[in-house]
Structures are given as structure tokens and as C-alpha cells.
């Protein structure tokens, strides 16, 4: 029977958690990112509130998800060979111009007062295409961004970070804006956020990627990675628990807006309080990723934290106590946190680089592409059943893939073990050193 007797909650080792910061192109993106990010947040807030003051109804506000969210998981796949492909610096600044165009069409309509909700779902969908591009380039370009490879799992905890520092601020900031002077200001605001991420990008000096001069089909290339990804037991099941948590427990927050106003009785600043609480808890979970010194770990972290995350969800549809709700829903959002960045950097660790691209598009397609299936499917489910039982249902869906991924833990402990000590992360002659003491290298994993 596996022991999880790894200290989970253990302080964070604070002297390494900021390391991937010494590399200058992975420092400009930080700062570009940290400030497109607040926007970004502010955005998602302003669109979820602005959806249900003009509807009123769970069910558009979980369509308008699924409509905006599509794009990327039709696409992404595509993105992926792209990504192998192409230069990602270029393809960067190319999705982060577009995406501040649409952030400005979208002020310019609400604070004319001429918004209508089929525009909101035509804008909505337009960003899905961007970001469909953009997240998986994003994920495989962050390897790029640093010299030595060593500092990756921790640039990719401060990625995570970061975006929970966002979502700290951006909801806060969000409800307080929207109260006073409405959603058309936010949605200025991300607009002219994007400037800093645009300048950064422009700022790095990247040496130029070696492009193959021919390249087979693109559907050729799909499969190729398609087969890699599924054929190797560690990607494709840490895929299928992500995918399961995207779509059956990510959507509590495509349910905030219920809960702030029917069940807690509040207003905007009650929404940015419960997603900020859960960024809260989101950040803390990104802090004590960037401030562990390995990868070994991960894999029974990823089922403790899908676990939690899970608990947390059924414990949270049933609180009626607006604080003890927003302590819930920050110790769901660290699990949350954890289980996500966790995924990403054992995947980035263990993956061909030809095909790292590829596999982070399948990545962004169980992250995000699932985002609008369970949209779909939790407001449907609330507006049968209520929200708080859709969260219910989510939360024991979590658990049940965590138990099922810990089943699976000695097989992906034997298919990783080799790759680690052919990349140093384990040395050879400490692997034989557990060996012959009978302990497990990766029984982390």
C-alpha cells in the first residue's frame, strides 16, 4: 500500500523560490506578465458579472463559457505542431496585440452602452482562438526563456504565481470598479495591460530556433504527437486526471457568481472576495512549488492535492457562512493550484523537446480545453439541481480520479525513473545507491 508520509504543508525553502529570476528574458516576462495579468483577471470578473446582470440566467452565463472557450479545444492540437514549428517569441507578440484589440472592442461597447450578449459571445469566441494559441506557445516558450534547465520546475511554479498574485489583486480590484463605475472600465484597464507583456516580449534577446526547412502534413504531425502523448503511460494519465478535474471541478468558478448572489446575498465585491480567497490560496500553492528544489514528489503531491481540491468543493457547497466559505474555497484554490502546476512541470520534465509543443498543447486541452465542457455541463446541472449540488457532484468526481491515479503511481514510477537519471535529475550512482538500500527513487512519482 503506498505511504503518502511526504510533509505536504511543510514550510517553503523561500532562498529558492525566486531562482528562475537570475535569467533576463524570463525576468522581463515576469514583470510584463504580472501586469497582463491583473487585467486579464479583471476582465474574466467584469464578463461573468456583466453576463448575469444582463440575463440572470446560470444557464447563458455557463454558454457564454462554452461558446468562448471552444476555440481552444478545437484548436490547440493545431497550435501545438505550430509550436514545433515556428518561432514562438513571434508568435507571442502576435496573439498578446490581438488580444489587447478585442479587450479594447469590448470597453469601447459596454461604456457606449451598446453591448449586447451576442456580442459578448462573438468576442468571447475571438479570444478563444487567440488564447488557443497563445497558452500552449506560451507554456513550451518558457523553456526558452531559461538558460539553465534546472531552474524550469521553479520558472513554472513562478508562472503560477503569478497568476495567482494576479487573481489576488485583479477580482479585488474587479468588484470595487465594477460597483462604482461599472464593467466597461475593467475591460479598458486589461486593454492597456497588455502594453507591458508586448514590451517585454519585444525587450528579450532569444536566439533564433532552428527550423526544419520541410516538415510533413500538419495532420501528420498531430498524430505523431497525439500517439507519443497517449503511448507513454506518466502523459497520458496525468492528461486524463487533469482533464477530469478541468471539467468536473474547475467550473466552481464559473459558479461564483451564483453563490455571491443567491446564496451569500451579496454583490460584486462579494465575487471578487470568493475568487480572490481563492487566489489567496492559489498563490500560497504556487510559492511552495517554486520553493522546492525537485521534482521528486510531484506524483503523490498531484493526488493529495486533487484529493483536497475535491474535499473542498463538497465542503463548500454546503456552507451558507460567507467566511467560513472564503477559508474553503482558499484552501480549494491551493490544491487547485497545486495539482495544475505539478501536472505541468513533471510533463515539461519527461518530454521530447521536438515534441514539447505538442504535449503542452494537449496539456492547455485538458486545462482549458475542458474549461467549456464543464461550463456547459455545470450550468446546466445548476440550473436543474441547484449550484451548490453541481459542486458536489464536481468534488466527488475529484476524489474519485485522485484514488484512481494513485493506483497508477508504481507504473509511472518505472517509466519515469529512467528518463530522470538519463536527464541528471537522479544521478546513476545515487539510483543504484536506493536500489541497493531497497529504497524507492520515485516512489514520489
Known amino acids: 500500500m503506498m505511504k503518502f508520509n511526504i510533509p505536504f504543508f511543510k514550510l517553503t525553502n523561500f532562498q529558492y523560490v525566486f531562482r528562475a529570476l537570475r535569467h533576463r528574458n524570463y525576468r522581463l516576462f515576469f514583470g510584463g506578465q504580472s501586469i497582463s495579468l491583473i487585467g486579464t483577471w479583471m476582465q474574466q470578473i467584469a464578463m461573468s458579472w456583466l453576463v448575469y446582470r444582463l440575463t440572470n440566467s446560470v444557464f447563458l452565463l455557463g454558454m457564454v463559457v462554452f461558446l468562448g472557450q471552444l476555440p481552444t479545444f478545437i484548436l490547440t492540437p493545431f497550435a501545438g505542431v505550430i509550436a514545433d514549428r515556428h518561432n514562438r517569441h513571434h508568435i507571442l507578440v502576435a496573439t498578446q496585440t490581438l488580444a489587447m484589440l478585442q479587450a479594447s472592442v469590448l470597453s469601447i461597447l459596454v461604456l457606449t452602452n451598446s453591448i449586447k450578449v451576442w456580442q459578448i459571445i462573438a468576442l468571447s469566441m475571438f479570444l478563444g482562438v487567440i488564447n488557443s494559441f ?3 506557445i506560451r507554456q513550451a516558450f518558457t523553456i526558452e526563456m531559461i538558460e539553465n534547465k534546472e531552474d524550469l520546475g521553479n520558472a513554472i511554479a513562478l508562472n503560477s504565481s503569478m497568476v495567482n498574485a494576479a487573481r489576488l489583486i485583479g477580482p479585488s480590484l474587479a468588484g470595487i470598479i465594477i460597483a462604482a463605475l461599472g464593467e466597461g472600465l475593467c475591460f479598458l484597464l486589461n486593454a492597456i495591460s497588455y502594453i507591458a507583456v508586448i514590451v517585454s516580449l519585444l525587450a528579450m534577446k532569444i536566439s ?3 527550423i526544419k526547412s520541410s516538415y510533413p502534413h500538419v495532420l501528420h504531425g498531430l498524430k505523431e504527437g497525439f500517439v507519443y502523448a497517449f503511448s507513454f503511460a506518466p502523459i497520458k494519465y496525468i492528461l486524463i486526471l ?14 461564483m457568481p451564483v453563490f455571491a448572489k443567491d446564496i451569500f446575498h451579496g454583490g460584486p465585491q462579494t465575487l471578487g472576495f470568493l475568487m480572490a480567497m481563492a487566489g489567496v490560496g492559489a498563490l500560497i500553492g504556487a510559492i511552495y512549488l517554486a520553493g522546492r528544489r525537485s521534482v521528486l514528489g510531484l506524483g503523490k503531491i498531484m493526488v493529495l ?38 501536472s505541468n512541470t513533471i510533463l515539461q520534465t519527461i518530454v521530447e523537446e521536438d515534441k514539447r509543443g505538442r504535449v503542452m498543447s494537449f496539456y492547455t486541452m485538458a486545462f482549458m480545453g475542458m474549461t467549456p465542457f464543464g461550463g456547459l455541463l455545470a450550468g446546466t446541472l445548476a440550473s436543474r439541481i441547484s449550484a451548490p449540488h453541481t459542486l458536489l457532484f464536481g468534488g466527488v468526481c475529484c476524489i474519485l480520479g485522485a484514488v484512481i491515479f494513485a493506483r ?18 537522479i544521478p546513476e550512482v545515487a539510483a543504484g545507491i536506493e536500489a541497493a538500500s531497497g529504497l524507492k527513487g520515485l516512489s514520489d512519482d
Open 208 to 210: 533564433e530556433k532552428k
Open 134 to 136: 497563445d497558452i500552449p
Open 305 to 342: 492535492a486533487t484529493g483536497v481540491f475535491g474535499l473542498g468543493l463538497i465542503v463548500f457547497s454546503f456552507s451558507r457562512v460567507l467566511w467560513f466559505s472564503m477559508l474553503v474555497i482558499c484552501a480549494a484554490g491551493f490544491a487547485m493550484m497545486v495539482q495544475m502546476a505539478a
Open 408 to 425: 497508477q503511481l508504481p507504473l509511472l514510477r518505472a517509466k519515469i525513473h529512467p528518463i530522470y537519471i538519463k536527464k541528471g535529475i
Open 242 to 255: 487533469l482533464s477530469l478535474v478541468s471539467l468536473t471541478g474547475m467550473p466552481y468558478q464559473i459558479l
